[in-house]
């Protein structure tokens, strides 16, 4: 019998946000409690009120330094929800770029500096060992790709929205710049190594995750309800409809982003500042669901890209649907990756790409209410804004994309912790020599 | 500087000539610390008209005079208010009568912004004033003044006020 | 000899991290030069590590976001402690960063809106376990410590970095330079007279001539320049999020005092065009200004 123990893991490290882990542990060993204490925010609802609802998207940006893309796009199509004004075609396409130029570089980011590290250098390594500069150094090879796949989208992101860290060309009735012919020639000709580096990095990681089969197939396998936009039942992160997914695999919601109260609810837990968000008619805890790869790959019926098909049906084939496992979060990812990188080489070789018609002449600002959804790296984004007849924001409300995980994670450490510190399966666990010793 | 501002007198005893009524409410025994800006070729000038021509006015102005009210930077105006200031005045020449032309006018501008900007960030924005004041006007200035006095008086003390 | 390095993350976006790992191969160069001994944004330091390293025994420590709450102020302390130069990275950490905007409200009405007024919030309380206690408002780190270098931006961009980086590791003074975001636009400029503001949907802008003489308003004028005018670049008004130009004590009140230079027009239809002041005239230095110092000030006074 030991005491009763509370495991402590301060800060949570190789994420954006400030989070630590409390683990209390009985008298009996047994774990009595697993949190995930968010602790800090900013109020940027509250803080939104009384600006010009044009300026949003200037502000969003600035919720997130990995992912103001989507932050960018889903508060510029708020504005023009509210204000009833639809961009010009050429304008959708340049936005759809640039989100997809922010996915390919934000997913490679994730892939190599914030989860590679575990599984190269294995997850027994010294701490310090496990990070982006060690892969960089041990696998030249593997770290020039891996920059150079970032440096693409963010060069990208930078040629349509000014700078990538934080975008500024979206306004209210469509784009302020056009894409260039400069530009689009520029990245259209490397699109070819990128090509090549996403199927490098698909064969890296499907090695990668035949190495820790266990662990995938073992650990932290914990069953949610998932969330994702779709778009006629295909893979889409721009614009579509939101399904709702039960653990079971059938789908109980398809909703238009703007009905997204019959369906978000968001519970205040005591000891974390981002709130819990699960689907309404289920209620809470029962109802937590998750979002981000994973979740969308389970909520889709297809892809949108050939490629991208292709790894999503091996993927399904290897772990069924609906898939709870959490690691497979990580192979979800890299599908997404391709289908990025597809979707990137259709949007440059299109000729409207670079149309000077990118904005409207006339927008006129309006009283009323609009909600923007895209679909962030991390999860389902929305944000809704009320605008006075001035088209001043009177109110705002965000439901930001990594939110809709706080739950899941938190139910996942649950399991994980019982796991570890109850059935200690960590010891049992088949594991590969680490690629770089 | 302007002579004959006498002590301890309030606007009950002076002639009333524009139709602002001042608050009478006086708040214990808040004496009202107010910097008051002052124009060299008008103000400053009325200002010491008004002194010289012993017409009472409350003490509690301290006077700056600068050249022109459009040399007044809006960040003076806000770093007396940070200092503890209780009201700031800016007092200049009439539009059109601006010894540089139309410095005054860039005030007026620079004002209304300032003025809504305070009241946004939630500071009273009667603690400034701005008001203009011909080299003749020695009476329209202490009236100004006193106006002034007691509206500060009617607000409080400055709540960043150190004593 | 390597330089020992810290990085630490108040609450922020994690833009400036984002923008470190934006030097791609350019990293490369950097990395033999440090050894990175706390940067838990990429690698698995914790917060214990940093405590308890001996005083001083960091060269240069980066601190990025401002304190919003205590345990943000408790490791902005510790970065002062352990640091020998300690930089201020990013205008969160300069001037408060976009948070700042914040102090318009008090804290109470602020938590309010987030947790028991939110639209999709079904069973509101303000969490307390295991959580740190928000500070009254948020003030710009350098007014909490003293900083030894300021590198502002949002966030400073990659080249700004690896500028600072190279001057600190060789121990030369990092100084900003006196030039504003016009400095770098490439716009032709005429003299001012504006007749109209426009605001930034309105129209086509131009993208040969200066947008503040087309009437929208850019921020450039008052803002330094880092950026290497990349929003006027694109077609985009500045909206100053670098912070002021050098020596500049409070950046809205001095793009207040530009205009009514600037501006030909009666005040009150200057004051019509704009009815949110401090969202136009302020963003990422709000905390850093006067107002903001005489409300919390205020609110202070008000709590004993």
Redesign the interface.
Known sequence: MTGEKTVK???V??L???G?I?IKLGKDGKVKDA?F???????F???LE???A??AP??AP?????C?EPHHLASVKAVEEAWGVSPPPAAVKVRRLLINAKQLSSHA?HFF??AAPDFLVGPFAE??K????TI??ALPDVG?MA??M??FG?ELA?AI??????P??A???GM??PFSEQNRDKFLKQIADIKQWTTDTLTLAKKIFEDYWDVITKLGVVQTYYIGTHNKGAHEIYDGSIRVMDPDGSVVADIKPKDY?KC??????????A?H?YY?PVG?PDGVWRAGTLARINIVDKMATPLAQEAFEEMRNRLGHPIHATFAYHWARIVELVQAMEELEILLKDPQIVSKDV?L?V?Q?KKGDGVGCVEAPRGTLIH?YWTDE???ITKA?M?VATNNNVGGIEKTLMEVAKQVFEQKTHQKLKLPKPMIG | MPTGVSNGLTAAGQKSTSSQKPKTKVEGNFEPRILAFCCNWCSYAGADLAGTSRMQMPPNMRIIRVNCTGRIDPVFVLDALNQGADGVLISGCHPGDCHYTSGNLKMKSRFVLLQKMLE?AGIEPERVHLQWASAAEGDVFTQGVTFMVERIKALGPNPVRKD | MTKRIALA?L?????????L??L??G??TV?PEIE?VFW?????????DLESMPNQSIHIGLVEGSC??E??VHLLNVMREKSRTLVAWGVCSCYG???G??N??NLE???D???MK???????????????VFTETVQPNVDIVEFDAMLPG??P?SNNLLDALTALISGKPFDLPEKSVCDQCSKVKQDKHIKEFH???????D?SKCLLDQGYLCLGFATIGL?GA??P????PC?G?FGPVVRVRDHGAKIISALGAISEMEPEKLKESF??P???FY?TDYAASYLSRIRTETRRKKKR
């Not at chain 1, 929205?161 to 934080?166: K, L, M, N, Q, S």
């Not at chain 3, 838990?40 to 214990?48: E, H, T």
């Not at chain 3, 939110?118 to 740190?132: G, K, L, M, Q, Y």
């Not at chain 3, 605001?199 to 086509?204: F, I, P």
Request: glycine fraction near 6%; hydrophobic fraction near 35%.
């Open positions: 893991i301060s800060p490290t190789r954006e946000g400030h630590d409390t949190q204490n968010i602790t800090s925010t900013r109020f609802e509250k803080f009384g600006r010009f044009e300026e200037r502000f600035r919720i997130c330094g990995i103001p980011l500096a914030l701490p310090v496990r990070n982006l500069v960089v150094k020039k920059l150079q970032m440096q963010q930078a929205g000014g700078t990538a860290i934080h500024v060309t306004i209210p009735g302020l710049n109260r978000f609810a968001e519970y205040v837990p005591e000891h974390s500042y709130t968000v309404k809470y904005k002449s927008v600002p809704h001035q088209g001043i409300n439901i | 946004e | 993350q609450t922020s976006c994690w833009g400036c991290d984002q923008s790992v934006d791609h191969l990293l490369l990395l990175i838990p944004a990429l690698v698995d330091f914790k917060l214990k919003r709450t345990e943000d960063g976009i948070q905007l914040a318009q409200w009405e602020l938590v809106r987030k947790f939110a639209d999709t919030v079904t069973d509101p309380r303000v969490p307390s376990e295991n959580v740190p949002c966030p961009t605001r930034t949907h309105e129209g086509h802008i993208p950026c990349i929003c670049n694109v077609n985009t909206k999020c009815p949110d401090i969202g136009s963003f």
